[in-house]
């Protein structure tokens, strides 16, 4: 089954391939994503929640492509801030998407907030559209503090100032095992995962008994 991943962010694309092939029993599904469908532009979020943007771009492409569509909309919610930057997290400081300024802005609107204080989650939205018009939701969350100070060379985003008191590290300083286990992705695509295998795998029908 070949499944295009909404996105053009290759960041995110690995993430998608590492979870499935770390499951026990791999699905046969080739991902794709939006760099193999250069003529697909920018898909405008204008949806008000994660659930809505998730739900346009995956629907989006799949009218365009005839493809199975998986699209995901996720973002950082700070409890000190009211949820913002929410589902504007990606272009928190503004155009275009920079996810240093992002970071510095995060930064600035927290600064002299106690550590205590600094409460956060990621979220994340799957939605999976196929070509006949259905369409499914999977959703995930990841809680943690924001840090004072980026921390971690891996991952992108929030990731080096979202700290993991359970381990003592952001998210950027984690594996990509480890990530890729804990996230809020993972929670959300272990969730889309069962959804595929029912697709894929459908159970057959009881047999019923013949009426004489």
């Not at 943690?144 to 891996?154: H, N, S």
């Amino acid at each position: 089954m070949q499944i295009i991943i909404a996105t053009k962010n290759m960041g995110k694309v690995r993430e998608f391939e590492a979870m499935t092939e770390s499951q026990k029993a791999p699905l046969p599904i080739q991902w794709l994503s939006l760099r193999d469908f250069p003529e697909i532009g920018e898909i405008e979020e204008t949806g008000s929640t994660f659930r809505e943007n998730a739900l346009l771009k995956a629907q989006t492409v799949a009218n365009i492509t005839g493809l199975a569509a998986l699209s995901d909309d996720s973002g950082l919610q700070v409890d000190a801030l009211g949820g913002a930057p929410g589902i504007y997290s990606a272009r928190y400081a503004g155009e275009p998407k920079d996810d240093e300024r992002n970071n510095a802005k995060l930064l600035q609107e927290l600064q002299g907030l106690p550590f205590e204080q600094r409460t956060a989650r990621f979220i994340c939205v799957l939605a999976l559209a196929l070509p006949d018009g259905q369409k499914f939701f999977a959703e995930g969350a990841c809680h943690g503090f924001i840090a004072k100070e980026k921390a971690g060379d891996g991952g992108f985003g929030y990731d080096p100032l979202f700290y993991l008191p359970f381990y003592h590290k952001t998210m950027a300083q984690l594996s990509s095992t480890v990530k890729n286990s804990i996230s809020h992705r993972a929670s959300a695509m272990e969730k889309m995962f069962f959804l595929l295998r029912a697709l894929l795998f459908p159970e057959p029908e009881p047999m019923r008994k013949p009426n004489f």
